[in-house]
């Protein structure tokens, strides 16, 4: 028998992530201070690993997006 959470409805979806979570700027400001990955995983409640892994995903997006930009002008 399937549970439910009668707070969710049965479509809802959990989205996870660094951006969907509002956590760029806090890493990307600990980032230019210096901080190691396991300072920011602490920081942010992730896993230090899962966090680079992430942002380094989101990075890469960003930098092919400007690149893109730049082909276009």
């Given at each position: 028998?399937?549970?439910?959470?009668?707070?969710?409805?049965?479509?809802?979806?959990?989205?996870?992530?660094?951006?969907?979570?509002?956590?760029?700027?806090?890493?990307?400001?600990?980032?230019?201070?210096?901080?190691?990955w396991?300072?920011?995983?602490?920081?942010?409640?992730?896993?230090?690993?899962?966090?680079?892994?992430?942002?380094?995903?989101?990075?890469f997006?960003?930098?092919?997006?400007?690149?893109?930009?730049?082909?276009?002008?």
């Amino acid at each position: 028998m399937p549970t439910t959470n009668k707070y969710l409805s049965e479509n809802s979806q959990v989205r996870i992530g660094l951006v969907t979570q509002g956590h760029i700027s806090t890493i990307e400001c600990m980032l230019e201070g210096g901080a190691a990955w396991p300072d920011i995983g602490r920081a942010i409640n992730w896993d230090p690993a899962a966090a680079a892994q992430d942002y380094a995903i989101y990075a890469f997006t960003q930098l092919r997006r400007l690149r893109q930009g730049a082909k276009d002008h």
